[in-house]
C-alpha cells in the first residue's frame, strides 16, 4: 500500500485509521465477499460480490455479460469489506459504538486472462477449502471462455478498525446502565453434504467445524 491519498485519508477518529499491507491483507483474506461501488448511466450501484487475494490485488469473478464487471473496465470503483466483531454498549445513546475491522480499496480493475484467470480461479478454489482445486472437475474451455475475472491493485487504500470497552465521557459514568460489549464471532458450522454424494468426507470437509 501506497502512503493515504485525498480519498483514502481517513479524516473521521483518524487513530482507528490503518495503511499498512499487513492489516489490509488479513481483512480481505479473511472475507469471502466484498461490496463494489460503481456508477453507469443508470446511477449509481453497490454490488456484493465474491472476492479473494493474491499477493497485492484483489480478484473477483463473473460473467461476460455482468453489468458490473463491463462497467468496472472503463472505468474506477470503490471496494469494501468489513467485519463486524461487536456491539459496544455505553452509558450514554450517542457513546455506542461497534468494534469492526474494514477495508477500502480504489481503482480500476483490469482482465485476466489466459492461464493467469485459470490459476486465479484456482486460487479461489482453495480459499473456499484448501485441497479442494486438486479435487474438483477443472473448468472447460468453454466455461472460461464465458467468465471474466479481474483484479485491482491494493494500492490505493485504507483500513479502519476499532476495539476495546465503551468510550463514555467521564460525567456518564456514573450512569447505572449496564455497559460493556457484545461480541460477535463467525461460526463454522457441521457440513451438510448433498443427499447425492456418496464420497467419504475429505480431510478439509471433516476440519470445516474445527
Known amino acids: ?5 485525498a480519498r483514502t485519508k481517513v479524516r473521521r477518529i483518524p487513530t482507528n485509521a490503518h495503511y499498512d499491507a499487513a492489516t489490509l491483507h488479513a481483512i480481505i483474506d479473511e472475507a469471502y465477499l466484498c461490496h463494489i461501488a460503481f456508477s453507469d448511466d443508470k446511477g449509481t450501484h453497490c454490488i456484493p460480490t465474491a472476492c479473494w487475494r493474491d499477493g497485492d490485488y484483489l480478484y473477483i ?47 480500476r480493475f483490469e482482465v485476466v486472462e489466459g492461464a493467469a484467470a485459470r490459476h486465479a480461479m484456482g486460487t479461489f478454489m482453495d480459499k473456499l ?23 485491482i491493485p491494493l494500492a490505493e ?35 451438510v453434504a448433498d443427499p447425492g454424494c456418496t464420497i467419504t468426507a475429505p480431510d478439509y470437509v471433516c476440519r470445516w467445524q474445527k
Not at 70 to 84: G, P
Not at 129 to 145: H, M
Request: proline fraction near 7%; aromatic fraction near 6%; include cysteine.
Open 129 to 151: 477449502a484448501p485441497g479442494r482445486q486438486a479435487e474438483i472437475r477443472p473448468g472447460s474451455d468453454k466455461e472460461y471462455a464465458a467468465t471474466t475475472v479481474m483484479r
Open 1 to 5: 500500500m501506497n502512503p493515504p491519498t
Open 61 to 107: 469473478h463473473g460473467s461476460n455479460g455482468s453489468r458490473m464487471l463491463k462497467r468496472l473496465m472503463a472505468d474506477e470503483c470503490c471496494v469494501t469489506i468489513t467485519h463486524l466483531d461487536g456491539l459496544v454498549m455505553a452509558r450514554s445513546a450517542l457513546s455506542h459504538s461497534m468494534n469492526y475491522r474494514s477495508g477500502m480499496v480504489y481503482g
Open 157 to 191: 487504500a485504507a483500513c479502519k478498525a476499532r476495539s476495546g470497552a465503551p468510550s463514555d465521557d467521564e460525567e456518564d459514568l456514573a450512569w447505572p446502565a449496564w455497559a460493556g460489549v457484545l461480541p460477535f464471532m463467525r461460526a463454522q458450522l457441521a457440513p
